[in-house]
């Protein structure tokens, strides 16, 4: 699989039997669908993100992203509080956020980190 933001290619993580998808160099994470919400729910599930906000800032803006499973344009969504932006995909269910931005997901959304 290939990073739907920078194109490099993705590793597999496992954190407690889930297995995500984390670019090797942006560190975006790509959840197939539900997997962010079960990972929520973990304790210290916050570490598999290790990118840092410089390096996300620089691909968070961009706007034309096609899913890394079934290559339809993601869809851009904004949350309020906490403010996050992240991208989904309206097909497969699927998310992408950028480096730093699950970290926010867990600590600010009520999970256990």
């Keep these: ?3 739907p933001k920078c194109s ?4 597999v993580i496992d954190f407690h039997d889930i297995e ?4 090797k160099r ?10 962010k919400e079960q990972l929520q729910q973990l304790q210290g ?3 598999i993100d290790i990118g840092d906000d410089e390096t996300a800032a620089e691909y968070n803006e961009l706007v034309f992203v096609e899913c ?3 290559f339809t344009m993601l869809d851009q969504v904004e949350q309020e509080d906490p403010y996050l932006k992240y991208e ?4 497969c ?10 970290r926010d997901y867990v600590t600010n959304s009520g999970g256990t980190e």
């Design 45 to 47: 599930s916050g570490e």
């Design 8 to 11: 490099a290619g993705m590793e």
């Design 20 to 23: 995500i998808d984390r670019c």
């Design 26 to 35: 942006c560190h975006g994470i790509w959840f197939d669908h539900l997997e």
């Design 68 to 70: 890394p499973r079934c």
């Design 93 to 102: 269910h699927g998310s992408f956020f950028d480096a730093g931005e699950f």
């Design 88 to 91: 989904i995909c309206p097909t």
């Design 1 to 3: 699989m290939q990073c």
